[in-house]
């Protein structure tokens, strides 16, 4: 599996951006919001990954409660996976624990999964999958109705 980002949460991405842009002189790609998982996310590309600022939007966001139990800081590693729902599969059959039992939407509208910490020795692990190279070619044609 290949990194694909480390996920970072923030109380405030304009406050960390003070750090991560003006200080370390990462660029910021795009900022975005992703409803499903109650953050805003800004996303900075670094090499062949991305560092992702998660600014909770909720009080019941799972980022907001990890700033409440830990602080800011690293939240999580993604790695990428050709068929999430196949390493789902093949995670259950190997008795890895994970968050939600099955996929959900994550940035860029990509399917992401977490293993639970207690799998992974503490570490929260996103996957994503990603798309085929037809299919991302596709999403560079304009659409027609």
Do not use: W
């Not at 409440?68 to 999580?76: A, D, L, S, T």
């Not at 996929?103 to 992974?120: I, N």
């Amino acid at each position: 599996m290949k990194l694909d980002h480390i996920g970072i949460a923030v109380r405030s991405i304009d406050e960390a951006l003070k750090t991560y842009q003006s200080k370390l002189g990462f660029a910021v790609a795009e900022i975005i919001v992703v409803e499903e998982q109650k953050v805003r996310v800004a996303i900075l590309p670094s090499g062949d990954s991305t560092l992702e600022l998660l600014e909770p939007t909720a009080p019941d966001s799972p980022v907001h409660k990890f700033i409440e139990r830990r602080g800011e800081g690293v939240h999580h590693l993604c790695f990428q996976v050709e068929d999430i729902e196949k390493k789902i599969a093949e995670l259950q059959a190997g008795l890895m624990s994970l968050v939600n039992l099955t996929s959900s939407v994550g940035a860029g509208d990509r399917k992401v999964a977490f293993l639970h910490p207690k799998s992974t020795h503490g570490v929260l692990i996103e996957l994503v999958e990603m798309k085929s190279a037809e299919s991302a070619l596709s999403d560079l044609e304009p659409k027609r109705e």
